[in-house]
């Protein structure tokens, strides 16, 4: 499970595209060039924005020299970024605006195991938010990164995290409707006994469900 890291520039222009492209068409055409084995040279639209990125050369449309090492790892973040795209495009009613849009972009994103993304989308909404809504997104924002951690090998990073995380969202978790909050803490807290020892490794980090539906 656990991924290589990017370089910071690479995964900042990579997470611009995957974000971008929730809700562009152009980001997502540069991520479906980018999640293919054999290309060939980028249409023009994505190949604009490759560029702008600093993602390929001007005048092969090849990945940067830079770049070129983490070719692997680039296609397979690209691949998550597509599927978070198809996810987020496939509801069947995508919100406007506000909180609601937010969770359902980072839900998204979070299926996809894309948790640097999760942290971007929903501190743009924290920085704005108070009270208990302010609350229940630190304590969600610390679980995707303690996740980010962990698919990255910090595991001591990702158990304090996830201890703090859980801790705050639970003493907020009604403030954000929507999500299935209560069953991503069962699962939460199984990583967090798995990293302390106490218990087996589940075989990946959790999913971020929609509420279940009220009972009749």
Known sequence: MTRSPLPLPLRNALATLA???????????????LAAVDPGPPPAAA???LEALHVIEPTSGALLAIHA????AVRAHAKRALA????YRALPARPAAGLERTLA???ALWNAGLFFEVHEVLEAEWKTAAGAVR????GLIQLAVAFHHLVHGNRRGARKLLAEG???LAAHEAALGGLDLRGL?????????ALGGRGPEPPAPPPLRPAPAPAR
């Open 19 to 33: 974000l971008g492209a929730l809700d562009d068409a152009e980001d997502a055409a540069a991520l479906a060039w």
């Open 84 to 87: 978070a795209h198809q996810a």
């Open 135 to 138: 609350q229940a997104l630190q």
């Open 69 to 72: 090492a983490h070719a692997p």
């Open 166 to 168: 859980c801790a705050r």
């Open 105 to 107: 972009r980072a839900q």
């Open 185 to 193: 803490l069962a699962d939460a807290a199984a990583w967090e006994s």
């Open 47 to 49: 190949r604009a924005r």
